[in-house]
């Protein structure tokens, strides 16, 4: 990595950090860079080599120190080392490429905010500081309708199904309403009562109120924000899905709802989008990097390399152990770019980590169904209640072609339990996830091991550092989730301690925080990866990893391209309907294309 290499593209902007070292270059991820066919070890002909094998990585990767709060360890050690520098050495290649490809645009996009002489609209953010500016970083550009269409409230309460689904849960008939709306606005807006709703399982809530207890950035200029939960519904009418009431729990601690004026009821959504964006990108740090390189590091001590899931493991962790370093130098930095942007620092981003660790890095309840399930967004049949849910819809499919992939490349090194149980660095590595990688939740080993559970640890960790990462993180903040005006990083005024605010110009991010902003966003963007076989089609077709492994996963790694490609196409062809929707939204839905994110956690 070159001194600085993230900031070039931003360099109009005053940012400190510490000068980084030059790295020495590594050329292995392993220690012998085995090519032979894969083997589970008792069908190895030379069982003393692979036992030294195994032995010796495990003496060259040690456990190091967690890094962005107390979470997963970081591979320290002769081999640690030379892996995460690797990793590193790789991710900056692609970075140099995107730095290039932002400070193009950043340049462009300074040029055309001077013809306009500023940001002085709303509009201005979106016809100004968008449309087609950013065509070298983002050539998808923006979601149809994301820009145009964000004061509907329908988007808002979409963006809960198809933007960020993790937060959001049914308050069940069970449970104490998180608050109370006041009297008679909840029968004006919906036609029954916030008791009716929740009777009747209709309201959910997405509760963000724990972010007040975090550190707040003091870099300026002064950023502020609130800690808010917000209320939605399906209407016991249209079906559709809605937004109820948001309270700030901040300063007055307002209640908005939909029949606040215009102006108020935009600026609390904003206000939510605050909290939503910080916790989207904290929580998938927990879940996708520090959970997969955790069990990762469990696998690096356990497995031999010539085991077949060690193989997978290996390709779905490209780039792998240079996602946190990224974190610690460049976003998470005291000063860095999180301090600069957003509203909760870096100490209170490490201590979200610390906090959620062995709940939102759990790896059994994190399984798809599983969490969704238990937050009472799909019944037991995998049903849902909404009129539609676009991120499950789509990741579900996902989730079942690698389901497909890894019921057929178990079954065919293992014919039957027992000789999964028989399988001792399997065993091992599932103790070894418990026990030193502290991975909470993770399954027992024991003689109960079976295929099926196999098949379960590989589908989630293959969906987590695809799926649920790119669903959250990557290139797709920049053209969706985290656009300007609507989803703010921070506040630029203090929170009004009244209704009434006639202008909302004051909350916005000035000019060039607002280019800050996005380009930093669209450093994590990768299109070329779409034609260099990165993309998630190509998650198990690679020449070198199909040589070593068997017929039969050779067979299913074509289906799984297949299936990818089709999916990848459906995608591509969604548009709005007659009736101005799409997917029953106001945008279109696009994030988990399978022929643009990565298979891998890429930053």
Not at 272 to 290: E, I
Request: proline share 6%; net charge negative.
């Amino acid at each position: 990595m070159h001194p600085h290499s993230l900031y070039v593209a931003l360099g109009a902007f005053a940012i400190t950090s510490e000068a980084f070292p030059q790295p020495r270059r590594f050329t292995t991820r392993q220690v012998s860079n085995d090519t032979s066919p894969a083997c589970i070890p008792q069908s190895d002909s030379d069982p003393k080599a692979r036992a030294q094998g195994v032995a010796t990585r495990k003496a060259g990767f040690e456990y190091g120190p967690s890094l962005i709060g107390q979470a997963a360890p970081f591979p320290n050690g002769t081999l640690g080392n030379a892996r995460s520098q690797y990793d590193m050495d790789l991710w900056s290649v692609d970075r140099d490429i995107i730095d290039n490809d932002v400070a193009k645009d950043v340049a462009a996009i300074q040029q055309a905010i001077t013809a306009n002489g500023g940001l002085k609209s709303l509009d201005d953010y979106v016809n100004v500081l968008y449309k087609g500016e950013w065509e070298n970083s983002n050539p998808l550009e923006e979601a149809p309708g994301i820009m145009t269409n964000y004061t509907e409230d329908l988007l808002f309460s979409m963006e809960r199904l198809s933007q960020n689904p993790y937060p959001l849960q049914l308050v069940k008939p069970s449970d104490p309403l998180p608050f109370q709306v006041p009297a008679g606005l909840t029968e004006n807006i919906t036609g029954v009562s916030l008791e009716t709703l929740h009777k009747n399982e209709s309201l959910y809530v997405v509760d963000h109120s724990y972010q007040k207890a975090y550190e707040k950035t003091t870099v300026e200029p002064k950023r502020y924000g609130a800690a808010a939960t917000a209320y939605f519904y399906i209407h016991p009418l249209s079906g559709y899905f809605l937004p109820l009431a948001i309270k700030t729990n901040t300063g007055s601690d307002l209640i908005y709802t939909p029949l606040d004026t215009p102006n108020d009821w935009l600026l609390a959504k904003m206000i939510f989008n605050v909290n939503d964006m910080f916790h989207s990108q904290m929580f998938h740090l927990v879940a996708t990097h520090d959970v997969s390189e955790a069990v990762h590091q469990a696998a690096l001590h356990t497995l031999s390399e010539k085991h077949p899931i060690m193989i997978i493991l290996e390709r779905l962790m490209k780039e792998a152990y240079s996602s946190r370093i990224v974190g610690e130098q460049l976003c998470f930095n005291p000063g860095g770019h999180w301090d600069q942007l957003f509203y909760v620092n870096n100490a209170g981003c490490r201590l979200y980590v610390t906090d959620n660790w062995k709940t939102h890095g759990a790896y059994q309840s994190g399984y798809l169904l599983n969490d969704f399930r238990a937050r009472g967004l799909i019944d037991e049949n995998d049903k849902f209640k909404f009129k539609y849910f676009p991120f499950f819809e789509d990741a579900y499919r996902i989730r079942n072609t690698f389901h497909n992939f890894f019921t057929s490349f178990i079954d065919s090194y293992y014919a039957s339990d027992a000789v999964v149980n028989a399988d001792t660095e399997v065993k091992n590595w599932f103790a070894e996830a418990t026990n030193a990688a502290h991975v909470s939740d993770f399954p027992a080993s024991n003689s109960s091991l079976t295929k099926s559970t196999l098949v379960d640890v590989l589908t989630h960790f293959a969906f987590i550092v695809s799926v649920v990462h790119h669903g959250l993180n990557g290139g797709d903040p920049v053209g969706s989730k985290a656009t300007l005006p609507f989803h703010l990083n921070a506040l630029y005024a203090p929170l009004p301690t009244e209704k009434g605010v006639t202008d909302l110009l004051p909350f916005l991010p000035p000019p060039d925080e607002a280019v800050h902003y996005i380009g930093f966003l669209a450093t994590f963007n990768r299109p070329f990866y779409r034609t260099s076989e990165r993309t998630l089609e190509y998650a198990f077709s690679d020449e070198a990893l199909l040589k070593r492994l068997n017929e039969e996963t050779r067979e299913s790694a074509a289906t799984f391209m297949e299936g990818m490609k089709e999916l990848s196409e459906e995608i591509q062809a969604r548009k709005f309907g007659k009736d101005g929707l799409s997917q029953g939204m106001p945008f279109v839905y696009r994030t988990l294309d399978p022929g643009y994110i990565p298979f891998f956690s890429a930053v």
